[in-house]
């Protein structure tokens, strides 16, 4: 006899070291292209964008941007690294790899790779908006939407629904990218 139990079952077995793949390397790859052409949509007046990855795979996927933004227009990019301590950010002083000078009055893009609570995001922004910007956008390729800060991704690839006891780690340095809901 077949319950609806007996059929729901597979589901919730072996939950707590269980891996979902959630994004494979052809869909992170779609997701990138088409958050790199949302942002030249967005920054279609601009002459020159400076892009900060955090510290990760947040500059991988920064870099994953640059790359398709200048295979389709010529604008002037500056690329830059947020490194940051992601579990303290208070802790540590936050650097960027770019003199702050260049980027004053700039169109900035902030860049990371999952949005959980907002903390890392929040503290790069505080970092950057110790100098006038003309304009600063979010990105990333998972938003979970469990926000204790005060942070909105402007450009997402994936919104996804989570517990929070789940997690989402993503692997952009290998051949095969992939993300994975843990």
Same mark, same amino acid.
């Given at each position: ?9 597979? *589901? ?15 869909? *992170? ?43 389709? &227009?010529? *604008? ?10 992601? &579990?303290?950010?208070?802790? &540590? ?77 993503? &692997? ?11």
């Amino acid at each position: 006899m077949i319950t609806a139990l007996n059929i729901l079952s597979p *589901i919730f077995v072996n939950t707590t070291n269980a891996m979902q793949e959630i994004l494979t390397n052809s869909q *992170i790859n779609q997701k990138t292209n088409r958050l790199a052409h949302q942002l030249l949509e967005n920054c279609f007046d601009q002459e020159e964008i400076y892009i900060g990855g955090i510290g990760g795979n947040g500059f991988i996927l920064a870099e994953q941007l640059v790359k398709v933004i200048k295979q389709h &227009d010529p *604008i002037k990019i500056n690329l830059f690294k947020i490194t940051i301590n992601k &579990d303290k950010p208070w802790s &540590d002083k936050i650097e960027l790899s770019i003199d702050i000078n260049k980027m004053k009055n700039g169109y900035i893009v902030l860049v990371d790779d999952v949005v959980n609570s907002g903390k890392t995001m929040q503290y790069a922004l505080i970092e950057i908006l110790k100098f006038p910007t003309k304009e600063i956008k979010t990105v990333a390729l998972v938003d979970r939407k469990h926000r204790r800060f005060p942070i909105k991704a402007d450009f997402v690839g994936m919104t996804l629904s989570t517990t929070l006891k789940e997690r989402v780690e993503v &692997d952009l340095t290998g051949q095969e990218m992939k993300a994975f809901l843990v």
